[in-house]
């Protein structure tokens, strides 16, 4: 392990510290605030992972959110199984359907991919919207089963803690693995990993497959934190929130989305309070972002600290 390897492992336990401190405080609110913004941390980190690394535009990432959070929400309320058989099987789910839609989606490249990914959401999104009796359609699924012991903020909190830290630990040590070198080698120049005997798509769908998982393990801990799932969750905006988070965070770096995630729902939770205009203002955000700081966060702060991520 080199040296900074290990600063960045005290930073991320000095963080994950910090973390456990927070019920602490006294304010439920912030229990909650810092909930959501790890369960979707986590979806940005996962979505990182097809297009920081792999370098695949994907305008139906929520599609495996809202799979996850269904998945979850109707084994634990519909068929009543326990949350340690629910929990694992809906995230399987996820990763099977993310499996099939992209066996199809990696024949395609650049904006036909893009645009495939976003016709499978859309497609995830009307059977939510149509499948009434089991999803509960437009009105959403309301009133999801969540264990006794974990039906508090406090303890949920707890809980998601402990799922996001050792997702994003897996995700680490998927992207500094040799397979994450090969994802990565794939994304900067396709034909020359191709002709050093790489299989681009194979590794493109263990990408595909292994986002889509993470994602769902990120929706079926929101469906439980919410208690319920709407149809929205599968909605295309879904899909493009994520990608700002990653932009505003930075793409490519491994935290970079896990932070934009983080400030964009501060973001929105105070401005929100100001005025109604906040896609107003988030827009002005992303302009500035892409204009003046294309990197993101986190590398307007490597380029000052000399470091990269």
């Given at each position: 392990m080199t040296l900074t390897n290990k600063h960045k492992l005290l930073i991320a336990g000095a963080v994950v510290l910090a973390l456990l401190l927070v019920p602490m405080l006294g304010s439920l609110y912030m229990v909650y605030l810092i909930t959501e913004i790890l369960i979707f941390a986590l979806f940005a980190l996962s979505f990182n992972l097809l297009l920081g690394f792999g370098g695949m535009i994907s305008f139906g990432h929520a599609a495996y959110f809202a799979i996850g959070a269904y998945a979850c929400a109707i084994l634990l309320t519909t068929l009543n199984w326990p949350?340690?058989?629910?929990?694992?099987?809906a995230i399987a789910i996820s990763g099977v359907v993310a499996f099939v839609i992209g066996y199809f989606c990696t024949r395609l490249t650049e904006i036909y991919f893009a645009m495939l990914t976003l016709a499978f959401a859309q497609l995830v999104w009307a059977i939510a919207f149509k499948w009434a009796a089991v999803t509960g359609g437009d009105t959403g699924f309301i009133g999801v089963n969540v264990p006794d012991f974990l039906d508090e903020p406090k303890r949920f909190f707890y809980f998601a803690l402990a799922v996001v830290v050792l997702s994003a630990y897996l995700l680490w040590r998927i992207v500094n693995s040799a397979y994450g070198f090969t994802?990565?080698?794939?994304?900067?120049?396709r034909n020359r990993a191709e002709f050093i005997g790489v299989n681009v798509r194979q590794v493109q769908l263990v990408a595909f497959v292994l986002s889509g998982t993470f994602a769902g393990v990120a929706g079926a801990l929101f469906t439980m934190f919410n208690h319920a799932v709407?149809?929205?969750?599968?909605?295309?905006?879904?899909?493009?929130?994520?990608?700002?988070?990653?932009?505003l965070g930075g793409v490519g770096t491994f935290i970079g989305p896990a932070v934009g995630a983080a400030v964009l729902l501060l973001l929105d939770r105070f401005i929100t309070e100001w005025t109604v205009y906040w896609p107003t203002v988030l827009g002005i955000i992303l302009l500035c972002i892409l204009f003046f700081f294309p990197e993101g966060l986190t590398g307007v702060l490597g380029k000052r600290s000399g470091k990269k991520d």
């Open positions: 949350l340690l058989v629910a929990f694992p099987i994802l990565v080698a794939t994304r900067e120049n709407f149809v929205e969750s599968a909605w295309w905006t879904q899909s493009a929130e994520v990608m700002i988070m990653s932009i």
